[in-house]
């Protein structure tokens, strides 16, 4: 391995953004330290091409500057405006071949017009009309076909279409954010600070009693208070640092004193989730925290409203691709 590595090449998966094609990930000690290589269908069967003969060769990737150089004991990944990132050829071979294995036949998705990433639905596989799909041996509408369209969710590409998706488009923000803990030294623009705050704001709170208080933190002092309040992570110390608090007297609803709590808490959890994603689509990234002493937050801050979390937002130092997830069919379970 040459010492520009300090990601180990981990696994082949998916990508979210080639339905045929895969994604190649390296993992480090930390959960920070990952890098990942998207290749499309075409790189992918290149590689396999290559792998499968034992043999050595180039990949030259779409952007026609990056490559992958196939040795016969390193693969060393020469991608444009990033790091060299290797991998052990044997490792690689069995896994990519491995992977390659699993037959990735293309299905027709359709996307309405609204162009929005759940709205897809697939051709039926007897090849008549749009519909729901269906599996062998598998009723209309039945498990099968609910975790295959969940799948060709994951993996669907957005149509091509004349219309641009806007860089704020929701389903972009979602797919590509990911949180930092990093920050450049880039002043972040008041505008942008009042959209996160305002963002913060549109969202939905029990009974509409907005039962949160944010706290918009500008005093250096103050945030490195809170560094030590929150389990010594340096980060807190961000360019914006806004801490939500749950203010359950706000929530004026005749209920036991432990659902207002409930009701405040997630008044707050999503305020703050609001504020991360209006970062993301405004080109910033955040890292949240939930590792802090309440109680040593609350003296900082001055006040008896107990803190849900505190938000770090700024420019990240380097743009990192998003982690991956467990399969969503892995995660839903649909009750009949
Ligand atoms: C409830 C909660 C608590 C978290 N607490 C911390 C924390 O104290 N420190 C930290 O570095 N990251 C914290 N995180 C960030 C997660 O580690 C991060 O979101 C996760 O690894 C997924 O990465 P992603 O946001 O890039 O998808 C927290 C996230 C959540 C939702």
Redesign the pocket.
């Known amino acids: 391995m040459g010492e520009n590595n300090e990601v180990e090449f981990s696994k082949v998966e998916p990508a979210y953004t080639s339905r045929h094609g895969c994604r190649l990930v390296w993992q480090g000690a930390n959960?920070d330290d990952s890098d990942t290589v998207i290749l499309n269908r075409d790189e992918l069967d290149s590689l396999v091409d290559i792998l499968q003969k034992d043999s050595t060769g180039t990949v030259v990737l779409e952007d026609r500057i990056s490559k992958i150089l196939v040795n016969s004991d390193v693969t060393q990944f020469s991608l444009q405006g990033h790091k060299l990132l290797e991998a052990d050829t044997l490792q690689l071979q069995k896994q990519v071949l491995e992977y390659a294995k699993i037959p990735h036949e293309p299905q027709y998705v359709y996307i309405n017009s609204k162009q929005f990433y759940p709205s897809v639905w697939m051709r039926r596989e007897d090849g008549e009309g749009k519909g729901e799909t269906r599996q062998p041996g598998d009723g209309p509408g039945g498990q099968a076909a609910r975790q295959s369209l969940l799948d060709t969710i994951l993996r669907s590409e957005p149509k091509k279409t004349d219309m641009p998706r806007p860089e704020s488009d929701v389903f972009r923000i979602f797919a590509t954010?990911?949180?930092t803990?990093k920050f450049a030294k880039i002043k972040v623009e008041d505008w942008k600070i009042d959209k996160i705050l305002a963002a913060a704001d549109t969202a939905p709170t029990a009974g509409n009693f907005q039962g949160l208080k944010i706290f918009y933190i500008k005093n250096g002092k103050t945030k490195e208070a809170l560094v030590e309040a929150?389990n010594k992570?340096s980060y807190v110390n961000a360019p914006i640092v806004l801490v939500f608090c749950m203010d359950p007297a706000r929530v004026k609803l005749k209920f036991p004193k432990d659902i207002l709590e409930k009701f405040s808490i997630q008044d707050a959890t999503l305020a703050a989730s609001h504020a991360l994603i209006a970062a993301a689509g405004l080109g910033l990234s955040s890292?949240?925290?939930?590792?802090i002493d309440e109680e040593k937050v609350k003296s900082i801050l001055g006040t008896k409203l107990r803190p849900s979390?505190i938000l770090c937002i700024g420019y990240p130092d380097k743009k990192k691709p998003?982690?991956s997830r467990r399969k969503l069919k892995e995660l839903i379970e649909v009750i009949e």
Not at 287 to 291: A, C, D, E, P, R
């Open positions: 959960e954010r990911r949180s803990r929150a992570q890292i949240w925290i939930g590792m979390s998003p982690k």
